[in-house]
């Protein structure tokens, strides 16, 4: 249950940095992608199951783009 979806920084090599601005999109395999930043500028993207992506959405974490 995310309150809050988390990912891997690469620039500032973090683990589990809460994501802000999640926007969450299909991919063309039929996976889902939550894509955000760190809320310092730093962008980060995270794979995500259906159902978490999908509660993430329900829950208002993330906004939907498909």
């Given at each position: 249950m995310p309150?809050?979806?988390t990912a891997y920084c690469m620039k500032t090599k973090e683990?589990?940095?809460?994501?802000?601005?999640a926007v969450?999109?299909?991919t063309s395999r039929g996976g889902y992608m939550a894509q955000g930043d760190d809320g310092k500028?730093?962008?980060?993207?995270t794979m995500l199951s259906e159902a978490t992506?999908?509660?993430a959405?329900?829950?208002?974490v993330a906004k939907k783009a498909w």
């Open positions: 309150k809050m979806l683990k589990n940095v809460p994501m802000q601005n969450i999109t299909k500028g730093n962008k980060m993207t992506a999908l509660e959405v329900k829950d208002g």
